[in-house]
């Protein structure tokens, strides 16, 4: 548990901290470590003297010598554990560094090369973080939640670990994933990591790879499911909710088969938030509006194509589904709207259909008159081909499914198309924007699930928008957490949707990027919270006195990497 007191002063900031800590004790623990930046008095109050150089230096030097040693790192991986290991020793020096080059180093500790980082999990394992709740464990729930660090939890991310990234089932390592998504909430919501806990639910796995490797770490048995699964999901939220009440679970790279029926089982239940499903959702329907805008053509007339029809795919297609019900369409003029496609080609009412994707499916009799290359396979050219799309959306993580036929033919028949290659990491992106822009005599409006490097069009250089979902969950926490909502509504997402589209550079100048700069997330972040709390308080949902306005419920709940005073207890 924590050994130490935050002391605030009249207006809720933080003013000093008291601990009973002392020595290598001290030093050793993240949360309050300060390394050379104890001053002298601290180091004689903290029994400290001696065990650090004599020079007392400010947090800006450390963040200096962070970033020269960050770049002698040889490898993006390298980095990750580097920035890992700097968050094990001082997480104050990691999060002032890593916000400071926000825009360089978000894609090291974040997607892409988080990816990577939970492939070599086992390997490169050193200081646990988090809790580790396997199904063995299911009658010591409570016990194991005793045992966590921080005493007050706002917000927990929990994995099992099925279905991440564009890379599968990963088991125990999932929680990297978990912790990245935790730092991005403080990175760029500006929410206390104090309060922070991340959870891997080890529920086995079926990677046959990991089963076989005698460094895995994690439960060595095949995925449970069925009733056994929910069970347990059942007795682990019934007892955090329990010793937490008030607590934001936000669900993330769960497989397609249990995301979905786990948010819908407890959203009304609980405070809860699928990162996949709706995060996902918001920043590309906000991309998507953004985009609309600069087109110049409605969203009502607008045909769209989903390449991937898992978790994401068709919780983006949710997302815009609502959008298009904003517009004043039919459910069904709505639904007409969308053609999915997954590995086994267009969605219709004669495929094997998971019941989530089932309200999407096109009726075969629909596509009876088409011009088909392959009757019994319905890929995505003959899609194209024949519905003439507006807008073409990728989270398959099939390298180069955009390719030059495809982009050409729908260029053919859109001024200016809207292409959304969303797969990560950029070696599973769907097109390259370089190519798109190629392809399209740079007309296309592109946004990337991966950072890509600015791409020259007609002898200017133009940043590619990421459709980054950092620009959406963080605010939305920090909202929903700032407000003490009892749940997260599909209004209040709305309201997200709407407050990052606003941030868009697009809708000053229509040749400008879709999306903000990475850097500017923790402003864009302010503004979707913002929103979301509003949003909370109009329906009801919000749980903080009326005397209060949101503005002072964020500003009191950020958290900035900063050295406070340390007095003995």
């Known amino acids: 548990m924590f050994e130490f007191k935050i002391i605030r002063d009249k207006d809720g900031k933080i003013s000093r901290i008291k601990t009973s800590l002392t020595g290598n004790d001290l030093l050793s623990t993240a949360k309050l470590n300060k390394g050379c930046a104890f001053s002298l008095d601290e180091r004689e109050r903290f029994h400290l003297s001696g065990l650090l150089p004599t020079h007392v230096e400010t947090l800006d030097q450390q963040v200096a010598r962070m970033y020269m040693q960050f770049h002698e790192q040889g490898s993006n991986l390298a980095k990750n554990i580097y920035l890992n290991v700097l968050h094990d020793y001082n997480e104050t020096l990691f999060y002032r560094l890593v916000s400071e080059h926000l825009e360089e180093m978000l894609p090291i500790i974040y997607t892409p090369t988080v990816g990577e980082a939970v492939q070599h999990f086992s390997l490169e394992h050193r200081k646990p973080k988090g809790l580790y709740i396997s199904y063995e464990d299911r009658n010591r729930i409570d016990t194991i939640l005793e045992n966590r660090v921080p005493p007050e939890v706002d917000l927990t991310v929990v994995t099992d670990g099925e279905a991440v990234l564009g890379i599968g089932d990963q088991g125990i390592g999932g929680i990297n994933i978990s912790n990245a998504k935790l730092m991005v909430y403080a990175l760029c ?32 048995h095949e995925r449970i499911t069925g009733s056994q699964y929910d069970d347990f999901i059942d007795t682990f939220v019934h007892t955090i909710t329990k010793k937490f009440p008030g607590i934001f679970v936000h669900w993330e790279d769960f497989g397609r088969d249990n995301a979905r029926r786990i948010l819908n089982h407890y959203r009304e239940e609980i405070c809860t938030f699928n990162g996949d499903m709706q995060g996902t959702g918001v920043v590309a329907l906000a991309s998507v509006l953004a985009a609309v805008h600069a087109s110049g053509i409605p969203l009502r007339n607008h045909k769209i194509i989903i390449l991937g029809a898992g978790t994401a795919g068709v919780g983006i297609a949710d997302q815009l589904y609502q959008a298009f019900l904003r517009e004043g369409l039919s459910e069904k003029e709505a639904r007409e709207k969308f053609w999915m496609i997954d590995k086994a080609g267009l969605l219709t009412n004669q495929s094997a259909l998971l019941p989530f994707q089932t309200p999407y499916a096109r009726d075969v009799r629909e596509i009876q008159s088409w011009q088909l290359t392959n009757a019994n396979y319905i890929d995505l050219y003959d899609v194209v081909n024949n519905v003439t799309p507006t807008i073409l959306i990728g989270c398959s993580t099939v390298a180069g499914a955009f390719n030059e036929k ?30 798109l822009i190629k392809w399209t ?23 590619i928008a990421q459709s980054n979902n950092a620009f959406a969950f963080p605010g939305i926490g920090l909202g929903t957490i700032a407000a ?86």
Not at 192 to 217: C, K, S
Not at 443 to 461: C, L, Y
Request: proline share 8%; with cysteine.
């Open 189 to 220: 919501g500006g929410l206390n990591p104090h309060r922070f806990l991340p959870i891997q639910l080890d529920v086995g796995t079926n990677n046959v790879h990991l089963l076989n490797d005698p460094m895995y770490l994690g439960w060595r």
């Open 406 to 435: 495809i982009i050409r033919l729908m260029a053919k028949e859109m001024e200016r198309p809207i292409i959304m290659p969303l797969s990560n990491p950029n070696s599973l992106s769907e097109a390259t924007p370089n190519d």
């Open 484 to 569: 003490k909502a009892k749940h997260v509504s599909d209004d209040m997402l709305w309201a997200a949707t709407k407050a990052l589209s606003a941030c868009s550079p697009a809708m000053q100048d229509k040749t400008a990027p879709i999306l903000p700069k990475l850097a500017e997330s923790k402003i864009v972040s302010r503004q979707v919270a913002l929103a979301v709390a509003n949003e909370a308080r109009k329906e009801g949902l919000a749980q903080i006195s009326d005397d209060m306005t949101m503005e002072e419920a964020i500003e009191k709940t950020i958290w900035e990497p900063v050295y406070y005073p340390y007095e003995k207890e």
């Open 441 to 463: 005599n740079g007309k296309a409006i592109i946004a990337t699930g991966s950072p890509f490097p600015d791409v020259n069009i007609e002898n200017r250089w133009q940043r």
